[in-house]
Each structure stands twice: as C-alpha cells, then as structure tokens.
C-alpha cells in the first residue's frame, strides 16, 4: 500500500521560511517522480514544483521560482520543499504526490493528506 505523509507545515511570519517533508512508503522511490502542489480556500490546486522521475527535470511555478527549492533523498524515500522569504500569498495547504516513472507534469496518482501552511503578515 503506498503511503506518503507531509509534515513540516506551520505558522510563519513573512519573510521566513519553513521545510516541508514527504515521506513515501510502499514504493520504490527513486521511480516516481515528486511534486509538491497547494490548495488554498476557495482556489483551485496548483502544481508548485515538480521533480521528473529521473531528477533531470524540474518545474517551478512562476510565482515560487528563486524561493522554493525541491530536494528529494531516494535511499530514505523522502522529498523535501523548502520554503524561502515566504508571504502571505503562498497560505495554503501543500500536498505531495507521486508519479510511477512520471515527469514533472505527472500523472500525479499518489498524494498525501496535506500540510497546513500559513503566513501571517
């Protein structure tokens, strides 16, 4: 059974920064491509950033590009955002999904529950 489980969300002050946490079980990693996507309250889920299965590919949406960076561990099953000079805007709910062998577009057919975020002014 494939499991992936965030952790890392909070409350922050702009500017700050905070490090997300995917911990994926029941899959073989270093196959699957990562994402990171958010969800705020009355908007649609966007794709934040995305690593390909390979690693060679990554996607950053425009509005986190030179502040949120993803790393992905494949030997602990782990894939990372962190999250830099953060603002109000990026308040959402952030989930992590997962890819058999995917690009940075997906198709995204794992996620996790989601990691509150909030940024305070």
């Known amino acids: 059974q494939v499991q992936l489980v965030e952790s890392g969300g909070g409350l922050v002050q702009a500017g700050g920064s905070l490090r997300l946490s995917c911990v994926a079980s029941?899959?073989?990693?270093?196959?699957?491509?990562v994402g990171w996507f958010r969800q705020a309250p009355g908007k649609e889920r966007e794709r934040v950033v995305a690593n390909s299965w390979s690693g060679r590919v990554t996607y950053y949406a425009d509005s986190v590009k030179g502040r949120f960076t993803i790393t992905r561990d494949n030997a602990k099953n782990t894939a990372y955002l962190q999250m830099n000079s953060l603002k109000p805007e990026d308040t959402a709910t952030y989930f992590c999904?997962?890819?058999?062998?995917?690009?940075?577009?997906?198709?995204?057919?794992?996620w996790g529950q989601g990691t509150q975020v909030t940024v305070s002014t």
């Open positions: 029941g899959l073989t990693f270093s196959r699957y491509a």
């Open positions: 999904a997962a890819a058999d062998y995917g690009s940075s577009a997906g198709p995204f057919n794992y």
